[in-house]
Structures are given as structure tokens and as C-alpha cells.
């Protein structure tokens, strides 16, 4: 048996499905969560866990001792929160925290990758052009445009590879697109529209909105390479292909044997809706998941190469339809056991 592996945050949708792989490789495998925190996505797996957040430093330190790999898979993904201050204390502060501890001299005598979950939304893109991990985005003037989810997303990495640069962290930055596929058990929200088009609720599909996507198990694999192959203080864009929301609609409908929704609402009524969204929050003080910072993150999208991933780390993604079927196909089943349960 080799040295042991962690994963903090294996409660999470990459993160329970990064687990699920290592156990599945024979590894030996260490799991942090929060207390409280739903692990039905891991509770049938062999692994030993420990409890306790980003901040608890003690834990954190008892569960890397003696660990050759941590994988990092915390993040706070509510990019429509009116007041971002939670984003940059998890994203940012509390991922310095934890790299404190991994560079502490007893835990670092044996870490040999830090394998840590960024975003594709780091990679600096602009329309009519494809984007590398070489673009960057450094300028202030584009920082202080950005919303504040992505803003913490990209301090969060900086400060990932200021730690490679500086103090000898093996760190590797996955940024990983638009993740599709089964055991989304805490319901992303992208996960919530392939719920609502399985299940035949979705009213309209929004136009002119396409992304980056991925399948989950792909994306949980190319973090599995990055360990092993990943070269330390580099970033590596994670997605499949660019996609868009009118056609995982219908693939996820498709796979659930329903109808797809017919009506189409153009992108400067999504704006609209938004406007209003944000005006809401504004007026009552209320978190809108349908707000114009939410729907700039939609926006602003441009194709992005991933050959860096494939060539370096040999990973070699499906196609992410497959990975949308097989999520309509979770949901579609999670509905049934209830109708089960409750009958």
C-alpha cells in the first residue's frame, strides 16, 4: 500500500467523485469534511475521515501528516450572493490557511502534489479567439471588473502559485469548466437544470448562452493524472468542449424520455429578467440567483484549448453529451426511489 492520499472536501460534487476514484485505484484514502456536512455521495466507501473545516488548522494538520497527495476540492460557488464577503474569506482566506499548513516542514517532507481545484473563469478569454492557459489575467483594470466570484477564484489560484514560486508547494492548478454527470447529491445549479429538463418543468430555455462543460468522472480523472504527472507550479484547463444550454436541455430531456421545452426566450430578455433579479436583491436584501452578475458568468464565454491536459497528463475526456445523459438518467432514478420510499 503506498503513502496515503487526502481529499479535502470529498463531500463535494468533484470532490466525492475524486474519492470514489481513488478507492476504486486501491488507494489509501483520507477524507475531510465539515462537520454536519452531507457525505451521502462517500458514506458507502472504505476511507477514514476526519472532521472539521478549512480553519481548523489542527485537523488539518493531522489528517496531511504523512500524505503524499492532497487534493483540494473547497469552494464557495454562490456567485449571486449580494454580499460576496463569504466568497473571499472560503476561496481565498481559507485556502491560505490550508496552504499554511501543507508547507509546515513535517507535512511537506512527504507531499509530493498539492492538486488543487481552480476554475476555467481564472483563464482570461475574450470573444473571437481561444484561450491557453498562457492568458492570464493581471491587469488591475480587468480584475476590478470581474464579478466577485470569479475575482476570488482568481486570487485563490495566484495565491496557489505564489506558494509554488515562493515556497516550494507542489501545487498544480486544475481549472475545470462546467461539470455534467451522476451524483450531483447536493444539486448544483447547473445540475438543477438538468433536474428541471429531466423532469419535463423547465418552461423555456435561455438563448444565446453557451459554456465549457465536462463530464464529473473525467474531470475527477484528469485530477487523478495531474497527480501523477502534473508538473508543479503549472495550470491546466479542464473541459470537454463548448456547449450550449439549449442543447443540454435536450440531450437531458431526450435521455429522460420527456419533452425538451419549445420556447426559446432571446438573450436580451434573460438581461431583462437579470435586471430585475439584481433590483430585487438591492430592494429586499435577498440573495437572486438570476442577477446580472449570474448571467455575465454565463456570458462571458470563449473557446478554450485544452491540449495542454491531454498532452501532458494524457488525459483523454468522452464526449460530455454521454455525461449529460447519465445526470438525467441520476435524476430520473433519484425521483423514482422516492415514489418507492413514499408508496
Request: charged letters at 25%.
Amino acid at each position: 500500500m503506498s503513502a496515503p492520499v487526502l481529499v479535502i472536501g470529498a463531500n463535494g460534487y468533484l470532490g466525492s467523485h475524486v474519492t470514489r476514484k481513488l478507492v476504486a485505484a486501491g488507494n489509501d484514502v483520507r477524507v475531510m469534511v465539515r462537520d454536519g456536512a452531507n457525505t451521502v455521495g462517500i458514506d458507502d466507501l472504505a476511507v477514514t475521515r476526519y472532521v472539521g473545516d478549512i480553519w481548523n488548522s489542527d485537523v488539518l494538520r493531522e489528517a496531511m501528516t504523512g500524505c503524499e497527495v492532497v487534493y483540494y476540492c473547497v469552494v464557495d460557488t454562490r456567485g449571486w450572493l449580494r454580499d460576496p464577503a463569504p466568497l473571499f474569506r472560503t476561496n481565498v482566506e481559507g485556502t491560505r490557511n490550508v496552504l499554511d499548513v501543507a508547507v509546515e516542514p513535517g507535512i511537506a517532507a512527504t507531499l509530493r502534489k498539492f492538486v488543487f481545484t481552480s476554475s476555467y473563469v481564472t483563464v482570461g478569454r475574450t470573444r473571437g479567439r481561444v484561450a491557453t492557459e498562457a492568458d492570464v489575467i493581471s491587469d488591475p483594470a480587468d480584475l476590478k471588473s470581474l464579478t466577485p466570484y470569479v475575482r476570488s477564484r482568481v486570487q485563490a489560484e495566484n495565491l496557489v502559485m505564489e506558494y509554488a514560486r515562493e515556497r516550494g508547494l507542489p501545487a498544480v492548478a486544475m481549472c475545470v469548466s462546467t461539470t455534467y454527470g451522476a451524483g450531483d447529491w447536493g444539486r448544483t445549479p447547473h445540475g438543477a437544470i438538468i433536474a428541471g429538463s429531466a423532469f419535463g418543468k423547465l418552461p423555456f430555455v435561455m438563448g444565446g448562452i453557451e459554456l465549457e462543460a465536462v463530464g464529473i468522472d473525467d474531470a475527477a480523472q484528469a485530477m487523478l493524472l495531474a497527480a501523477q504527472k502534473g508538473r508543479a507550479g503549472e495550470r491546466y484547463l479542464i473541459s470537454e468542449k463548448m456547449i450550449s444550454n439549449a442543447d443540454v436541455v435536450r440531450i437531458a430531456a431526450e435521455a429522460a424520455g420527456v419533452p425538451a421545452p419549445t420556447k426559446k426566450i432571446p438573450l436580451v430578455l434573460s438581461y431583462a429578467m437579470a435586471a430585475l433579479g439584481s433590483a430585487k436583491s438591492r430592494l429586499k436584501g435577498t440573495d437572486e440567483r438570476m442577477s446580472l452578475g449570474s448571467l455575465r458568468l454565463m456570458r462571458a464565454e470563449a473557446p478554450v484549448d485544452c491540449s495542454k491536459a491531454r498532452r501532458e497528463l494524457g488525459w483523454q475526456p468522452r464526449p460530455v453529451e454521454e455525461s449529460i445523459r447519465e445526470a438525467a438518467k441520476f435524476w430520473v432514478g433519484l425521483k423514482a426511489a422516492k415514489r418507492q420510499r413514499t408508496a
